[in-house]
């Protein structure tokens, strides 16, 4: 059975905090269970906006994975890797860049709005404007189906999907295309390789969209095709050539607006934080010190937990039956904020203490984080290596080495 693929990537920008973990990272957990997933650092986005400061990537890709592992992403279920190990993500770049128009660059929002944003960082350079094209190529050279991604990057995932179409529509006719579906159909079996040519008839002579769906399932199910044939095979039925690349599919993440400590989204730039792993200590004091309702100056003063920034924490934390309590005391001034504060604080702790074991666990044998990235970088090469190989030939760059 052919199960989809998932790829993501996270900007290594230092120790990971609890809004990548209640926006991304819980899905990531939950994907792992059913599809066939790669993760992985993407450190050469994070040098496109702090190449003036590449000193601490390093330490950064692996503080990462170890929050990644701790949060519980499982090595044996997903493959974890580092952008830069793989150096195809970047040969598919480069040739992606030959074929993209500079305008479908210029035209992302993200581009304008970072720049516009960020003014600390002179951010006109070539890289910065490729940023969603190396993206791009970070889920095409897996033929990824699906990637988990917040709103703002779905128009990347577009962008991804407009290049792959560009691409195969310019290299999709690859020589001796017929004679490669022919064999390919071969490879179905007697049965099921008669079935593809029916239905592959009645759809391209009748316009039979059942016979397309159909014939598509059929593939979907084949176990004994390798992805170029499945995908030559996709191509052949539609009358076009192979498809080379794949078209992928954001998933976005529902809930990825974790509140921050005054109410914003939770993020590094806004510096409302609470680290993932960060101390006892350290996170009471900042819940402590969270901004609550202004008019709720003195104890007696009541206030309202919908404009509080302590509330939408609750929102996240607790139950129905604290937040009731919540309402009830707050409205009424029955209840100081230090006293709304105390089940927060500790249902944040309880979250942490095993994501603070399992990440010591690690810290104390850093080689078996090594271990783990440098063979998920392995595992991801291999697949990188077939889609680059395909790419290579289309493009007329097939000297018989790889
Ligand atoms: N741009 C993504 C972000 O900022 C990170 C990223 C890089 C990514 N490459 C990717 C996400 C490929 C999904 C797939 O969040
Ligand atoms: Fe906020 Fe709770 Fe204080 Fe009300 S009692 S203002 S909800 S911290």
Redesign the pocket.
């Known amino acids: 059975m052919f199960v989809d693929r998932v790829v993501s990537g996270m900007r290594p920008t230092g120790s990971l905090h609890l809004g990548h973990y209640h926006g991304v990272l819980k899905n990531w957990i939950n994907l792992q269970d059913q599809y066939d997933c790669l993760f992985f650092a993407a450190d050469w986005h994070a040098l496109t906006t702090h190449y003036e400061t590449p000193g601490d990537i390093q330490d950064n890709v692996l503080q990462m994975m170890i929050d990644w592992l701790a949060c519980g992403i499982n090595p044996s279920k997903a493959v974890l890797f580092v952008q830069s190990r793989v150096p195809e993500h970047a040969e598919l770049h480069l040739l992606l860049s030959m074929i993209t128009p500079l305008g479908w660059l210029e035209r992302m929002p993200t581009y304008k709005d970072q720049q516009e944003n960020i003014r600390d960082k002179d951010l006109s350079t070539y890289g910065f404007l490729g940023y969603p094209l190396l993206q791009a190529a970070d889920v095409l050279i897996y033929r990824a189906n699906l990637v988990p991604v917040g709103d703002d990057q779905v128009p990347h995932i577009e962008f991804t999907r407009e290049i792959a179409r560009r691409f195969n529509h310019l290299y999709g006719r690859e020589q001796g295309f017929e004679e490669r579906a022919r064999e390919a159909i071969r490879k179905m079996g007697n049965k099921k390789g008669k079935l593809y040519e029916q239905l592959r008839n009645r759809y391209q002579e009748q316009g039979d969209t059942d016979a397309l769906e159909a014939a598509r399932a059929l593939l979907t199910e084949q176990q004994n095709l390798s992805i170029g044939d499945r995908e030559r095979l996709f191509g052949y039925l539609e009358g076009g050539g192979k498809m080379i690349l794949s078209e992928p599919h954001s998933l976005l993440t529902s809930e990825s607006r974790m509140p921050g400590l005054d109410g914003r989204k939770m993020s590094k730039s806004y510096g409302n934080t609470i680290a993932l792993r960060e101390d006892a200590s350290s996170v009471t004091d900042k819940i402590r010190r969270?901004p609550?309702?202004p008019a709720?100056v003195h104890r007696n003063d009541p206030?309202?937990?919908e404009i509080?920034?302590?509330?939408f924490l609750?929102q996240v934390y607790t139950q129905e039956t604290v937040h009731n309590w919540?309402r009830k005391?707050?409205t009424e001034a029955s209840?100081?904020?230090l006293?709304?504060?105390q089940p927060l604080i500790d249902a944040v702790l309880k979250e942490q203490e095993p994501i603070r074991d399992r990440a010591q666990a690690y810290l104390d044998d850093p080689l078996l984080v090594r271990g783990i990235i440098s063979d998920g970088c392995d595992k991801a090469r291999s697949l990188a290596i077939e889609t680059i190989r395909d790419v290579r030939e289309v493009m007329g760059l097939n000297y018989g080495a790889t």
């Open positions: 969270m609550t309702d709720r206030g309202s937990p509080c920034p302590v509330f609750h919540v005391g707050c209840i100081g904020c006293d709304c504060k």
